[in-house]
């Protein structure tokens, strides 16, 4: 059964340092979507990639985080410099273009611990 | 008004008795409705998806969707202990940039034995 593949799974570092994570679709998905998520809150919407173009970032804190999916597959998200208050599961979703409900798929996540 | 609302819960039920999970929505809800089930440090896993008015069933799951009162639930029969984890509800809600996944603050679900 295909899966969104993330990685790392987990990931310290310390506050000031950059951070990236990876992510790769299911096969033929052509949207992907970065959330984060927050102990005990539902994932928010980071950015919404189709194919290689941006569909919505308005909720990146764009002074630090940067997301791309150069080639229009997997995806890059990258935060620099990280801060305490970014500690928190980093989740990558896929969804097929077409279809009636464009039901996402999420990967394992990373969770990020930063001190 | 929040756009999405859950009970935050814990909800602590016998097991093998029903589970009823509730969610209630903002009128910029779209028309597409999900429910997904999150164990502790995992990620959302899809359980059901439901579009029409009314009952869907798969398995032991059954989600209802009633639109004139805005509400969506969740319910699982035969409650087991594998199914303690926080269920988020999920809808689409209509944006400048389009529609966007928008989840509740999930409701955690306990299965006693």
């Known amino acids: 059964e295909a899966e969104v593949a993330q990685s790392p799974r987990y990931k310290i570092t310390e506050k000031s340092q950059a951070v990236a994570f990876w992510c790769d679709p299911i096969s033929g998905h052509a949207t992907l979507y970065w959330y984060r998520q927050i102990l005990g809150q539902g994932p928010e919407l980071l950015v919404q990639f189709q194919d290689e173009s941006v569909v919505d970032d308005s909720q990146l804190p764009k002074d630090r985080f940067s997301a791309e999916r150069l080639k229009g597959v997997d995806s890059t998200l990258k935060i620099q410099p990280a801060e305490l208050g970014d500690s928190a599961m980093y989740l990558c979703?896929?969804?097929?273009?077409?279809?009636?409900?464009?039901?996402?798929?999420f990967g394992p996540g990373t969770r990020l611990l930063v001190l | 008004q929040k756009e999405v609302e859950q009970n935050s819960g814990p909800l602590s039920v016998p097991e093998g008795a029903i589970a009823s999970l509730n969610c209630t929505y903002s009128?910029?809800?779209?028309?597409?409705f999900f429910w997904y089930r999150q164990y502790s440090g995992k990620s959302p896993e899809l359980i059901m998806s439901i579009y029409s008015n009314g009952d869907k069933e798969d398995g032991r799951f059954t989600a209802q969707l009633n639109k004139a009162s805005q509400y969506v639930s969740l319910l699982i029969r035969d409650s087991q202990p594998s199914d303690s984890a926080t269920y988020l509800c999920?809808?689409?809600?209509?944006?400048?940039?389009?529609?966007?996944?928008?989840f509740g603050t999930g409701t955690q679900l306990k299965v006693e034995l």
């Open positions: 999920a809808f689409y809600i209509l944006t400048g940039g389009g529609n966007k996944l928008t």
């Open positions: 009128d910029r809800v779209s028309q597409s």
């Open positions: 979703a896929s969804s097929p273009t077409s279809g009636r409900a464009k039901t996402q798929y």
